[in-house]
């Protein structure tokens, strides 16, 4: 089975920090990123999803962890 990139297809360029609800459906209950294997993110689109949603925590816009 083969997943296809969120963003590629939804022609995404730039994920913005900003935008928390696309940034909270690629984070588990625990607020912990998903892994691209998991969500079928290509590496390109991970790399800047990481650095979006930690962007995003360090701007207090995401929580670091919820229990």
């Known amino acids: 089975m083969n ?3 969120f963003f590629t297809s ?3 360029k730039y ?3 900003k935008d928390t609800e ?3 459906k690629f ?3 625990h607020a912990r990123m998903i892994s691209r ?3 079928g993110v ?3 689109s991970q790399r800047q999803l990481a650095e979006a949603i930690k962007r995003a925590r360090f701007m207090a816009l995401l929580p ?3 229990r």
Do not use: A, F
């Open 42 to 44: 290509c590496s390109k």
């Open 22 to 24: 696309i940034l909270k």
């Open 64 to 66: 670091y962890l919820t």
């Open 10 to 12: 939804n022609n995404i």
């Open 15 to 17: 994920i913005d920090y």
């Open 27 to 29: 984070l588990n209950p």
């Open 3 to 5: 997943k296809q990139c």
């Open 37 to 39: 294997k998991k969500s």
